[in-house]
């Protein structure tokens, strides 16, 4: 996953995600996380969407929620393989 800031001020950061599922996973995450707003913009199909988030902290806020969904992910691959 690629990600990119495009802005990173106090209380706002804006990323560029390579993703559009990885984009929207992270919205919901990020708002059920305590974000006070956090949404995804795309301006034309063939753009990168760009995630803009509203916290008190949003770059840890960020690195929380990555870090939670690949524990998560990590997880689901495990439960999947022992299915074999």
């Not at 929207?24 to 995804?40: H, P, Q």
């Amino acid at each position: 996953m690629e990600i990119k800031i495009l802005k990173d001020e106090k209380n706002k950061l804006d990323v560029e995600l390579s993703s559009l599922t990885i984009a929207e996973v992270l919205r919901v995450y990020l708002n059920k996380e305590g974000a006070k707003l956090a949404v995804w913009k795309r301006e034309h199909p063939t753009k990168n969407p760009v995630l803009h988030i509203e916290a008190d902290n949003p770059k840890k806020l960020l690195k929380k929620a990555i870090a939670t969904l690949e524990k998560e992910i990590d997880s689901i691959v495990d439960e999947f393989k022992k299915l074999k």
